[in-house]
């Protein structure tokens, strides 16, 4: 078992959707967790960053971590074309450097699709 | 300001040739990462430095794999008597460490290395 599991997808959804992504982990020493999003061809882009459980906002996206469930999830509403591009979840347990800044631990990336 | 560069883009070898690959963090940034992508998967850490030295080399897969950052800013991924396997993208990201997002890692473009 790897220890991030997450759908590679494809997911597709119609334009204006609410998209619900997630991974689930194994390790329970990770306190930080991360979304990136990552065009082709590009290097990863950090769209959310939440330290412990709870929830976080900002604009169209919300990061929600259940630590007692070792679940997290990404939600973007509205969705847009330009949306589509691959989602990676990554954490860390922030061993060697404080906030988290330890080298992360990343989910396959789940291939999201907006359809117009 | 400047990303996060990474040189070449491309890079084609034969196995059992040695190849360096090599990657300029934004300026500053006391950080620096190398991750390994391979085809629909998630970045798997190599290495972590703070400053010139190692802090977290537990990802590197095997002593055919080298990274040094002499003088805390350009690093240099050393890998040694390719094999095929070595075939993936290689990133690089880099992060502060102090202030406004200071737990962030910036990613580069990576690097594509084929091993023919």
């Known amino acids: 078992q790897k220890e991030v599991e997450q759908d590679p997808g494809p997911l597709s959804v119609p334009e204006g959707a609410i998209v619900s992504l997630n991974c689930t982990y194994s390790?329970?020493?990770?306190?930080?967790f991360m979304w990136y999003r990552q065009y082709s061809r590009k290097g990863p882009e950090l769209l959310m960053y939440?330290?412990?459980?709870g929830n976080k906002e900002d604009g169209r996206f919300t990061a929600q971590v259940d630590k007692s469930s070792k679940y997290i999830s990404l939600f973007i509403r509205d969705s847009q074309p330009s949306d589509s591009a691959t989602y990676l979840c990554a954490m860390s347990a922030g061993v060697y450097s404080g906030g988290g800044a330890d080298g992360l631990t990343f989910g396959k990336g789940t291939h999201l699709i907006i359809q117009p | 300001g400047a990303g996060v560069s990474q040189t070449p883009s491309n890079k084609v070898t034969e196995k059992g040739k040695y190849v360096e690959l090599r990657c300029d963090p934004i300026?500053?940034?006391?950080?620096l990462y190398w991750y390994r992508q391979s085809l629909g998967q998630g970045p798997e850490f190599l290495i972590y430095f703070q400053g010139t030295g190692a802090a977290d080399d537990s990802g590197l897969p095997n002593d055919r794999f080298f990274a040094v950052r002499p003088e805390g800013s350009v690093s240099t991924l050393k890998i040694q008597r390719t094999e095929r396997g070595d075939s993936a993208v290689y990133l690089c990201a880099s992060s502060p460490l102090q202030g406004l997002n200071s737990n962030e890692q910036f990613f580069g473009p990576g690097t594509r290395l084929t091993v023919l």
């Open positions: 939440t330290y412990s459980s």
């Open positions: 300026s500053g940034h006391t950080a």
């Open positions: 390790n329970s020493a990770f306190q930080y």
